[in-house]
């Protein structure tokens, strides 16, 4: 008999800049999907809500400030089970307009980075319906 999966609340956040989005491929130093291409993601803890956290790991993981996001929307949580992990990921999507791509610096969390169409993102390994998830927030 299968264990029940352990539900995880976390946010996507795509940041958008002359119709394009930010991808960004994960180290090896995160605990999953290493190497895999991502938005801006996280867990949102314990005593925050989804969009503070949105906030918070943007300027973790990107060095960029409130003032250089626009929030565009957010979308509906989206549920994505990964058997192989034992994980239901609730993903809370966000996508923001940055005004200065230039500012982004990644951390620890994130070897590369790419600026892409949207409408490319499935010529990427991503991590688990990345495409579903910007759906929620990009209309191409």
């Known amino acids: ?17 002359e119709n394009e989005i930010l991808i960004l491929r994960r180290s090896e130093q995160v605990g999953s999907y290493q190497g895999r291409w991502a938005g801006v993601s996280g867990y949102i803890e314990a005593e925050t809500t989804a969009d503070e956290q949105a906030f918070i790991e943007i300027e973790e993981e990107t060095s960029l400030c409130r003032k250089d996001l626009e929030l565009i929307r957010s979308g509906k949580p989206l549920p994505i089970e ?43 390994q991503t991590v688990p319906k990345l495409k579903e998830t910007l759906a929620q927030v990009y209309k191409c």
């Open 1 to 17: 008999m299968n264990k029940p999966l352990q539900e995880k609340h976390v946010v996507t956040c795509f940041l958008e800049y």
């Open 82 to 124: 990964d058997e192989k992990l034992g994980v239901k990921w609730i993903v809370h999507p966000y996508l923001f307009h940055i005004k200065d791509r230039d500012k982004v610096k990644i951390d620890w969390e994130h070897k590369e980075t790419r600026w892409i169409n949207p409408r490319d993102i499935d010529n990427y």
